[in-house]
């Protein structure tokens, strides 16, 4: 079992920047490909962002792609989205994943852990 839970979601003018966290434990978390997927009102949960287990191989959906960077670091257990110059339609709970499966996460499909997932909203 993996534990994922997320962190630094909030309320952020847009234009601004804001970084969220995922923490992670249980099982190896270098065994993992972690990503983020947001899921706005009333929407479809969509893929944002996923790394490569050893962090060297990165992916992004076209609409944050310039803005968004993926980071994670295996000594701490965690996984990062740094997000730079918000648009009120980045508006979300953003969701943590894991996967032994990077093409799960970019897929959104058969992903083997979730978080509960923190608030994102981008004000106009």
């Known amino acids: 079992q993996v534990q994922l839970v997320e962190s630094g979601g909030g309320l952020v003018q847009a234009g601004g920047s804001l970084t969220l966290s995922c923490a992670a434990s249980g099982r190896t978390f270098s065994l993992y490909a972690m990503g983020w997927s947001r899921q706005a009102p009333g929407k479809e949960r969509d893929f944002v962002a996923a790394?490569?287990?050893?962090?060297?191989?990165?992916y992004y959906a076209d609409s944050v792609k310039g803005r968004f960077t993926i980071s994670r670091d295996n000594a701490k257990n965690a996984v990062y989205l740094q997000m730079s110059s918000l648009k009120p339609e980045d508006t979300a709970v953003y969701y943590c994943a894991a996967d032994p499966r990077l093409h799960n996460i970019a897929t959104l499909s058969h992903v083997d852990y979730w978080g509960k997932g923190t608030l994102v909203t981008v004000s106009s």
């Open positions: 790394i490569s287990r050893n962090g060297g191989s990165s």
